[in-house]
């Protein structure tokens, strides 16, 4: 009885720290389909506009209400997660500012765009290279559920 009751004792001091811990694996396989989704959209309509089927100023609007929705009501999933595990809140900080990068990046790009601007586009291209970089090192590090 006593050997039980210390057994038990010890796992609920173990577990108290845990309590109220939210496991950020599901947001970050959330953040990576996002991406899967944005950047088909993207490609897609980028393809259109090359084959003149569409205007540069419709290919910035893709991007406005196709892209940059999707990517604030993911960072404001992932901004509102509280109380990450140790082990995970580096993973959730590089997504952050994953999120952050892809997020300027998209919104350089339909200025861009709009201005006819090839300048714009080269920093839209290095931002969303920095950005895309990090989301690589997430999907290395993730934990996978």
Known sequence: AAATTA?????????VPLRGMTDATGELEH????EEGTAT????AANRFRNGWITADALAEVIDSGVLPELTATRTR??????????QQT???ACKEYL???DEGWRVRAAALRRASMA???????IDGASLEILR???AAAPKS
Request: aromatic share 2%.
């Open 41 to 44: 959209t993207y490609r897609e």
């Open 91 to 93: 993973l959730v900080a």
């Open 7 to 15: 057994i038990v004792a010890i796992a609920v001091v173990m577990a």
């Open 137 to 139: 090192q997430i999907k």
């Open 31 to 34: 953040v990576v389909t996002v």
């Open 120 to 126: 714009q586009l080269r920093e839209a291209d290095t």
């Open 78 to 87: 992932v901004e509102s997660l509280d109380k990450v595990p140790m082990e």
């Open 100 to 102: 952050r990068l892809r």
